[in-house]
Protein backbone atom coordinates (compact mmCIF):
# COMPACT_ATOMS: atom_id res chain seq x y z
CA UNK A 1 0.00 0.00 0.00
CA UNK A 2 1.46 3.57 -0.41
CA UNK A 3 1.68 6.40 1.76
CA UNK A 4 -1.84 7.91 2.44
CA UNK A 5 -4.04 4.41 1.37
CA UNK A 6 -6.25 2.81 3.73
CA UNK A 7 -4.92 5.54 6.35
CA UNK A 8 -7.61 5.79 9.55
CA UNK A 9 -9.71 8.61 9.06
CA UNK A 10 -9.19 9.94 12.73
CA UNK A 11 -5.85 9.80 13.11
CA UNK A 12 -5.36 10.69 17.05
CA UNK A 13 -1.54 11.07 16.98
CA UNK A 14 -0.68 13.15 14.18
CA UNK A 15 2.43 11.09 13.41
CA UNK A 16 3.52 10.23 9.97
CA UNK A 17 1.53 7.29 8.28
CA UNK A 18 3.95 3.95 8.02
CA UNK A 19 1.80 1.06 6.78
CA UNK A 20 -0.61 -0.99 7.58
CA UNK A 21 -1.91 -4.91 7.61
CA UNK A 22 -4.66 -6.44 8.15
CA UNK A 23 -6.47 -10.02 9.29
CA UNK A 24 -10.13 -10.98 8.71
CA UNK A 25 -11.29 -13.30 11.46
CA UNK A 26 -14.22 -15.46 11.40
CA UNK A 27 -15.67 -14.10 14.82
CA UNK A 28 -17.62 -11.43 15.21
CA UNK A 29 -16.23 -8.05 16.90
CA UNK A 30 -17.51 -9.41 20.66
CA UNK A 31 -15.25 -12.09 20.55
CA UNK A 32 -12.08 -10.39 18.82
CA UNK A 33 -11.86 -7.44 20.98
CA UNK A 34 -11.14 -9.76 24.55
CA UNK A 35 -8.24 -11.49 21.92
CA UNK A 36 -6.98 -8.59 20.44
CA UNK A 37 -6.61 -7.13 24.11
CA UNK A 38 -5.09 -10.40 25.57
CA UNK A 39 -2.98 -10.61 22.46
CA UNK A 40 -1.30 -6.90 23.11
CA UNK A 41 -0.71 -7.89 26.84
CA UNK A 42 1.36 -11.32 25.81
CA UNK A 43 2.87 -9.77 22.85
CA UNK A 44 5.57 -8.40 24.83
CA UNK A 45 6.01 -11.06 27.86
CA UNK A 46 9.49 -12.05 29.03
CA UNK A 47 12.40 -10.47 29.67
CA UNK A 48 13.54 -9.92 26.56
CA UNK A 49 10.62 -6.81 25.53
CA UNK A 50 11.58 -5.20 28.94
CA UNK A 51 15.30 -5.12 28.20
CA UNK A 52 15.07 -3.68 24.81
CA UNK A 53 12.91 -1.11 26.35
CA UNK A 54 15.06 -0.19 28.38
CA UNK A 55 18.26 -0.02 25.88
CA UNK A 56 16.37 1.91 23.82
CA UNK A 57 15.72 4.04 25.89
CA UNK A 58 11.58 3.72 25.91
CA UNK A 59 9.02 5.55 28.20
CA UNK A 60 7.48 2.58 28.82
CA UNK A 61 9.94 -0.55 30.20
CA UNK A 62 7.57 -3.01 32.05
CA UNK A 63 3.94 -4.06 31.93
CA UNK A 64 1.59 -1.51 34.42
CA UNK A 65 -1.76 -0.63 34.77
CA UNK A 66 -5.18 -2.24 34.81
CA UNK A 67 -5.92 -5.17 33.12
CA UNK A 68 -7.69 -5.90 30.89
CA UNK A 69 -5.70 -2.78 29.19
CA UNK A 70 -7.33 0.49 29.82
CA UNK A 71 -6.42 3.78 28.48
CA UNK A 72 -2.89 4.15 30.79
CA UNK A 73 -2.17 0.98 30.74
CA UNK A 74 1.39 0.15 29.50
CA UNK A 75 3.36 -3.29 28.19
CA UNK A 76 7.03 -2.61 27.21
CA UNK A 77 7.40 -0.36 24.92
CA UNK A 78 3.62 1.45 24.40
CA UNK A 79 1.16 2.33 26.74
CA UNK A 80 -2.62 2.44 25.95
CA UNK A 81 -3.15 6.43 24.52
CA UNK A 82 -7.03 5.83 23.36
CA UNK A 83 -9.34 2.81 23.37
CA UNK A 84 -13.02 2.58 22.22
CA UNK A 85 -14.04 -0.99 23.23
CA UNK A 86 -14.92 -3.02 20.13
CA UNK A 87 -13.78 -0.22 17.88
CA UNK A 88 -10.13 1.24 18.14
CA UNK A 89 -6.96 0.48 20.26
CA UNK A 90 -4.36 2.68 20.28
CA UNK A 91 -1.20 1.89 21.78
CA UNK A 92 2.00 4.71 21.36
CA UNK A 93 5.58 4.76 22.67
CA UNK A 94 8.57 6.67 22.15
CA UNK A 95 12.45 6.16 22.81
CA UNK A 96 15.67 7.54 21.92
CA UNK A 97 15.11 7.14 18.22
CA UNK A 98 11.82 6.83 17.14
CA UNK A 99 7.93 8.37 18.55
CA UNK A 100 5.38 5.81 17.27
CA UNK A 101 1.89 4.73 17.04
CA UNK A 102 0.65 1.14 16.56
CA UNK A 103 -3.24 1.72 15.93
CA UNK A 104 -5.69 -1.40 16.05
CA UNK A 105 -8.89 -0.93 14.07
CA UNK A 106 -11.79 -3.40 14.34
CA UNK A 107 -14.51 -3.35 11.55
CA UNK A 108 -17.52 -5.91 11.18
CA UNK A 109 -17.89 -7.83 8.27
CA UNK A 110 -21.52 -8.68 8.59
CA UNK A 111 -22.53 -10.54 12.11
CA UNK A 112 -19.61 -13.25 12.06
CA UNK A 113 -16.66 -12.01 10.96
CA UNK A 114 -14.57 -9.05 11.67
CA UNK A 115 -11.10 -7.41 10.01
CA UNK A 116 -8.51 -6.25 12.23
CA UNK A 117 -6.50 -3.51 11.16
CA UNK A 118 -3.05 -2.79 12.13
CA UNK A 119 -2.35 0.85 11.19
CA UNK A 120 1.35 2.12 12.08
CA UNK A 121 2.80 6.08 12.29
CA UNK A 122 5.80 7.04 13.64
CA UNK A 123 8.68 9.69 13.37
CA UNK A 124 12.41 9.01 13.25
CA UNK A 125 13.86 12.36 13.94
CA UNK A 126 17.94 13.11 13.02
CA UNK A 127 20.65 10.61 11.62
CA UNK A 128 20.37 8.02 14.09
CA UNK A 129 16.56 7.59 14.22
CA UNK A 130 17.15 7.37 10.21
CA UNK A 131 19.13 4.64 11.14
CA UNK A 132 16.86 2.74 12.90
CA UNK A 133 14.15 3.01 10.53
CA UNK A 134 16.20 1.66 8.12
CA UNK A 135 16.86 -1.71 10.52
CA UNK A 136 13.39 -1.60 11.49
CA UNK A 137 11.13 -0.60 8.79
CA UNK A 138 13.95 -1.14 5.86
CA UNK A 139 14.45 -5.10 7.04
CA UNK A 140 10.97 -5.60 7.08
CA UNK A 141 11.08 -6.65 10.55
CA UNK A 142 8.26 -4.34 11.77
CA UNK A 143 5.81 -5.84 9.10
CA UNK A 144 7.06 -9.71 10.25
CA UNK A 145 6.23 -8.33 13.95
CA UNK A 146 2.72 -6.76 13.18
CA UNK A 147 1.39 -9.68 11.02
CA UNK A 148 2.65 -11.96 13.92
CA UNK A 149 0.56 -10.16 15.99
CA UNK A 150 -2.79 -10.35 13.67
CA UNK A 151 -2.17 -13.65 13.46
CA UNK A 152 -2.25 -14.40 17.35
CA UNK A 153 -5.09 -12.56 17.56
CA UNK A 154 -7.20 -15.01 15.10
CA UNK A 155 -5.55 -18.12 16.61
CA UNK A 156 -6.37 -16.55 20.33
CA UNK A 157 -10.22 -16.74 18.75
CA UNK A 158 -9.70 -19.90 17.50
CA UNK A 159 -8.59 -21.69 20.25
CA UNK A 160 -11.26 -19.90 22.69
CA UNK A 161 -14.02 -21.67 24.21
CA UNK A 162 -16.97 -20.72 21.92
CA UNK A 163 -19.70 -18.68 23.57
CA UNK A 164 -23.09 -19.84 25.64
CA UNK A 165 -25.95 -19.84 23.75
CA UNK A 166 -29.02 -18.39 25.47
CA UNK A 167 -31.10 -20.70 26.48
Known amino acids: MSAGEGQLE ?4 GLPWIDEHAE ?9 WPALLRTVERMTDGGAAPRYARLVGC ?29 LLVLAGSHHFSDYALTFRLEPLGAVRTRVIAETR ?16 GTRMHVLVVKRVLRGVKRRVASAPPAA ?3
Open 165 to 167: SPS
Open 122 to 137: AVFPGVKGRAYRVAVI
Open 10 to 13: DDPT
Open 59 to 87: ADTEAGGPRPLEVGSAVPGFHVAALTPER
Open 24 to 32: EILAPVGAV
